[in-house]
């Protein structure tokens, strides 16, 4: 189905509908995976409690599991049995931790057949996970990007919400030569994806797009050795991501979770109208307030902003 058909669909879908109301004083949060060494079971209940105790429009996941934990298909299982059990919707942001180590030694599967297996286990069906099921729109109904199922795109208030694929680490961007299918048309589906975002922001007139991604786009790009360049693995996509943002009239929010350790409280970076914040292993809140001059703010678990 072509984006033009998708659009149409959902403008005649909203046409009979009341208008989207000002964004209002919700709040949504962002949980981040375990690094190497933490107990990522005990950190994704622990957030999914948190957040289930909290006043919130929905939940981001962004990863289930490690770098370094194992990639057995009972470790998936139990993840996905977490976040299930949550009362709020759950929307799931794929992540390099979940599938790019797992052809690694001592790992019985590919990455290829991994990446499957997280796409069927987390990035399918029409709804959300969890308790409060919110509608989802992905771009696999597209015939072309069928296994794009990760890029979802939900909506609350006049708000855009999205999840794009750009995995931590460059992108996943290899400097040896002849391996990376995976990167070249992930790109194609990810300029695809946010065309469609930005053209349907614009037809919905949505007063900002957030989105949600493993990665940071505005990460500094490698440093180039002596002997081989490092590509920017982010470039193309980031010119992309700039200019559609640059056209629209409203705010444009990256949350990213690349993001060490052991780093000052987060804080939403600004520019222009596009701004940036990171999510570590401790979930992070966004407040949505249409009284705060820049839309957005971050905020600790006891409602202070910051």
Known sequence: MSITRLLTIALLACSTAPALAAPQDFAFAVIGHARGGTDGTALLQKSITETDADNLAFVVVNGVKSPTEPCDDSLYAQRRDIVSHAQNGVIMSLAASDWLNCSASGQKASTSERLTLVREQFHSGEFSLGASKLPLLRQSLTAKFRSYAENT??????????????????????????????????????????????????????????????????????????????????????????????????????????????????????????????????????????????????????????
């Open 153 to 306: 795109r939900w909506e609350v208030g006049n708000v855009l919400f999205a999840t794009i694929n750009l995995p931590a680490a460059n992108n996943h961007f290899l400097l040896d030569g002849g391996r990376n299918n995976e990167f070249e048309d992930r790109l194609i589906a990810n300029r695809n994806w946010l065309q469609h975002l930005f053209a349907f922001a614009a037809l919905k007139k949505v007063s900002a797009v957030v989105f949600v991604a493993d990665g940071n786009l505005f990460s500094t790009p490698p440093k180039r050795s002596f002997f081989r360049t490092q590509r920017d693995g982010f470039a193309e996509i980031r010119r992309s991501f700039s200019d559609l943002a640059g056209r629209f009239p409203g705010r444009v929010l990256m949350v990213h979770g690349d993001v060490a350790s052991g780093k000052a409280p987060p804080r939403i970076l600004w520019t222009g109208n596009v701004g940036v914040v990171g999510v570590g292993e401790r979930w992070l809140k966004v407040v949505v307030d249409d009284h705060l001059p820049q839309l957005f703010a971050v905020a600790d678990a006891d409602g202070e902003r910051r």
